[in-house]
C-alpha cells in the first residue's frame, strides 16, 4: 500500500510503490498538501520501493502547483530508477533534490 506522511514542518513523506496504479490516487493529497504550505516543501522518497515514469509525472504536477503558490519544492532520497528516468528524458535538471 503507498501512503504519504507529512513528517515535519514542510516534508512529506512518500511510502510504497511509486506505480501509475498507485500515483493517482496520492495526487490530490499531495496537491491538498501542498495547498498548506507557506514555505519550502520536501518529498521525501526515503520508504519509497519500485518507482515507474507515472512517479516523475507526480513530481512535476507537484513542482507546477508548487510554482504558483510560490513555495519551493525539493526532493529528499530520489529513487535511482526515478533519477535514471529523468536522465532519459531530460528532466533531470527539474528535479531539486535537497542537499543533505
Known amino acids: ?3 504519504v506522511e507529512q513528517a515535519q514542518n514542510g516534508v512529506l513523506k512518500l511510502k ?3 506505480l501509475f496504479s498507485t500515483v493517482v490516487p496520492l495526487r490530490k493529497e499531495i496537491l491538498a498538501w501542498l495547498e498548506r ?3 519550502r516543501c520536501v518529498l521525501d ?3 519509497t520501493g519500485r518507482v515507474d515514469s507515472s512517479a516523475l509525472a507526480l513530481y512535476l504536477v507537484c513542482e507546477r502547483a508548487a510554482r504558483r503558490q510560490g513555495l519551493d519544492l525539493c526532493v529528499k532520497n530520489l529513487p ?3 533519477a535514471s528516468i529523468a536522465g532519459l528524458v531530460g528532466l533531470d535538471e527539474v528535479l531539486h533534490q535537497l542537499a543533505e
Do not use: K, P, V
Request: glycine share 6%.
Open 16 to 18: 510504497g510503490d511509486l
Open 37 to 39: 504550505q507557506s514555505s
Open 45 to 47: 522518497f526515503t520508504d
Open 1 to 3: 500500500m503507498t501512503t
Open 80 to 82: 535511482a530508477d526515478m
